[in-house]
């Protein structure tokens, strides 16, 4: 495995702990909603839908969930490396989900083994049954370690493994062709239809390029080309990319035309096109601004960017927890931990769950906590 360089350690860190809180309060802020209609949304929470936490949101849901145990199975493997051992990343990844799966109730058969208990798990939140995706329980509940050879659901290309999928995003020494096979080869462990695990590799590609420093625009631009290359056994990614692109350049248009392009976020490839238009459509087209708010409390750019896209995720009337949940990875995986609402962070549940995971995937990427 050849290693590029990676950015400094302070923004390496900022951008590990903003791609996964962003991810959750995205998440959160979707899970408040659901699945419910443009017009149930609004008829909630007035014109512009989803603007932010009520007393009773910012519980997240199994997205987040899956994401920080994609983390943990991750350190694991580089602490094993880190010490110089050789370990089979994908067998890392496997025993951290059947560790999830025993927190959702379910049990693997005999024939699977039965993981060591990490810090990871003794988080109650982590516990909770927040709906969880059908595809990822029923995959782990075989009992078999799905391979890209031999992928487990072969049929199934549901949002559920591309929103687990950003940490692979996150390490910052490893190529490109590396972080692809990482995440796709994780996605075949419960998903195993070719759009799931190729949407799965190159939102990881996204993130990897933005926490490298690439512009938002440009990073999109090059994993929409790489999708074109991966191969005509599943157009449909490709297809939603660019049609994502195609829709953002064209400025916010409705809910309605959101899903009549790129659909309602319950396939893999929908979710993330869903998100890349968000992200995009609201990019601010000038000026620059520092974090948090001005002397009059306004929202910096950073900080509306993220407002504004992430309310546009989760607001199309589709799979709200999983597109919000993606758009919050991106952009806090492209400003870092500036971007995010210093109130919206105050409603999150858990949050030291969140930084928690954070900082021992920043301890085994940097040597530092």
């Given at each position: 495995?050849?290693?590029?360089?990676?950015?400094?350690?302070?923004?390496?860190?900022?951008?590990?702990?903003?791609?996964?809180?962003?991810?959750?309060?995205?998440?959160?802020?979707?899970?408040?909603?659901?699945?419910e209609s443009v017009e149930e949304i609004r008829s909630r929470f007035g014109g512009r839908g989803v603007s932010g936490f009520?007393?009773?949101?910012?519980?997240?849901?199994?997205?987040?969930?899956?994401?920080?145990?994609?983390?943990?199975?991750?350190?694991?493997?580089?602490?094993?490396?880190?010490?110089?051992?050789?370990?089979?990343?994908?067998?890392c990844l496997w025993l951290a989900y059947l560790r999830w799966l025993a927190t959702q109730g379910e049990a693997a058969p005999a024939s699977a083994p039965t993981p060591q208990p990490r810090w990871i798990d003794g988080h109650a939140v982590l516990r909770q049954r927040r709906n969880p995706n059908t595809?990822?329980?029923?995959?782990?509940?075989?009992?078999?370690?799905g391979t890209s050879v031999r992928p487990v659901n072969p049929g199934s290309k549901d949002w559920g493994a591309v929103v687990r999928s950003a940490p692979f995003g996150l390490i910052p020494h490893i190529t490109p062709d590396a972080v692809y096979k990482?995440?796709?080869?994780?996605?075949?462990?419960?998903?195993?239809?070719?759009?799931?695990?190729?949407?799965s590799g190159i939102f990881s590609l996204l993130v990897h390029r933005l926490v490298l420093g690439e512009a938002l625009p440009e990073a999109a631009s090059a994993v929409t080309a790489h999708a074109h290359t991966l191969g005509g056994?599943?157009?449909?990614?490709?297809?939603?990319?660019?049609?994502?692109?195609?829709?953002?350049?064209?400025?916010?248009?409705?809910?309605?035309?959101?899903?009549?392009a790129l659909g309602g976020g319950r396939t893999a490839e929908e979710a993330f096109a869903v998100a890349l238009y968000a992200v995009l459509?609201?990019?601010?087209?000038a000026g620059t601004?520092?974090?948090?708010?001005?002397?009059?409390?306004?929202d910096t750019l950073p900080v509306g960017h993220f407002r504004e896209a992430v309310s546009v995720a989760v607001a199309h009337g589709g799979k709200s927890d999983a597109t919000g949940s993606l758009a919050g990875n991106i952009l806090g995986a492209y400003y870092g931990e500036e971007c995010l609402p210093a109130d919206w962070l105050e409603a999150l549940e858990a949050p030291?769950?969140?930084?928690?995971?954070?900082?021992?995937?920043?301890?085994?990427?940097?040597?530092?906590?």
């Open positions: 495995m050849s290693i590029e360089p990676g950015p400094s350690v302070p923004a390496l860190t900022s951008r590990i702990h903003g791609c996964l809180l962003g991810g959750a309060l995205g998440d959160a802020l979707g899970y408040a909603v659901g699945t009520g007393p009773t949101t910012g519980t997240f849901s199994d997205e987040t969930q899956l994401t920080l145990y994609t983390v943990d199975g991750l350190v694991e493997a580089l602490e094993w490396a880190n010490e110089g051992v050789g370990a089979d990343v994908n067998a595809t990822s329980i029923s995959g782990l509940a075989t009992g078999e370690m990482l995440s796709a080869d994780a996605a075949s462990l419960t998903h195993g239809h070719p759009v799931a695990r190729q949407a056994v599943a157009p449909e990614l490709p297809e939603r990319l660019e049609a994502a692109l195609s829709l953002a350049a064209g400025g916010l248009t409705t809910p309605g035309e959101i899903t009549n459509a609201t990019v601010p087209r601004a520092d974090a948090g708010t001005d002397d009059d409390g306004t030291e769950a969140i930084r928690g995971m954070a900082g021992l995937l920043v301890g085994v990427t940097t040597a530092e906590g």
